[in-house]
């Protein structure tokens, strides 16, 4: 059984920071890209950060570009996203991604809510 699952959203004034993590129950979890994906009120799912397996090069929206930063701790199974200069713009619900050919698995995603 394959389990994603998100912690670490909450409500934050803006100009504050989150942390979030998503726990994998994947046993072959390094060799798998790993993403952050966000979902506003009214608005399509976006991406917001990837990281590779193969040399964990990162990708990043322009949207986020300098305030956010995914990282993957492959010995404990976990996926960050580190979000710095929270924007009320922000607010969404986010969701990690595991991506292997073929498979494609998500969790149910933690809200961020940032206050002006």
């Known amino acids: 059984q394959v389990q994603l699952v998100e912690s670490g959203g909450g409500l934050v004034q803006a100009g504050g920071s989150l942390r979030l993590s998503c726990a994998a129950s994947?046993?072959?979890?390094?060799?798998?890209?790993m993403g952050w994906y966000r979902q506003a009120p009214g608005k399509e799912r976006e991406f917001v950060a990837r990281i590779r397996w193969i040399g964990g090069s990162t990708q990043y929206a322009d949207s986020v570009k300098g305030r956010f930063t995914i990282s993957r701790d492959n010995a404990k199974n976990t996926l960050y996203l580190q979000m710095n200069s929270l924007k009320p713009e922000d607010t969404a619900m986010y969701y990690c991604?595991?991506?292997?050919?073929?498979?494609?698995?998500w969790g149910q995603g933690t809200q961020v809510t940032v206050s002006s």
């Open positions: 994947i046993r072959t979890f390094s060799t798998y890209d």
């Open positions: 991604d595991a991506y292997r050919i073929p498979f494609d698995y």
